[in-house]
């Protein structure tokens, strides 16, 4: 199986913004980062894997949306880090975005599950989103969108910008996904979702 990884953002595209310490950080750098180390552990178990971007530039959507769309990629994540929309600052949590009835329902409810027991107690659980809007979530494999945290959160953006966290993060995800793929292998992701 092969994966692709798609970075959110990047170039003009700075996604949030918010200062930590007096210090402003973008999201497109913080998805940069754990999108760089998901790539090294996923190379590790797939035949081929890339990275959307390497650097900080800007891809429009649907150039980002015809690259994943090749057909020899099998899946496709994600990476963001959330900001609320409402100035409510108390927002937290990561989430996993899927496209309706779709296989990326599937593999985000293992990314979902696997992230719950290993970054609970750093960054809660927030929910399983089912949106039909996003341009990425609409591509050809299967696709899913990680909100990784809030950076408009203090605790979140604090946990975010931890080298641990984001290791932990990113081994979470991993976990996910191989288990997806194991399952998917052995034929076992019908008995869980009556699909
Ligand atoms: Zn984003």
Known sequence: MNIIIDPGHGGTEKGAVYGLNGIGVMEKDLNLILASQLYVRLMKHFSRTALIRNNDIRIPMRKRCNTINNKKWDLCIS???NASASEDYSANGFEVLHYPFSTGRILSHYIFTSMTSSVRNIIKPRALVSNDQKAILKTRP????VECGFMSNCDDMANL???RTQMI???SITKGI???CGDLVGNKLHE???T
Do not use: D, G
């Not at 299967?142 to 969108?145: E, F, K, L, N």
């Open 79 to 81: 990476l963001h880090c």
């Open 142 to 145: 299967t696709s899913c969108i």
């Open 161 to 163: 910008m931890q080298p």
């Open 169 to 171: 993060i990113v081994h």
């Open 178 to 180: 191989l288990n997806y």
């Open 192 to 194: 869980k979702f009556n």
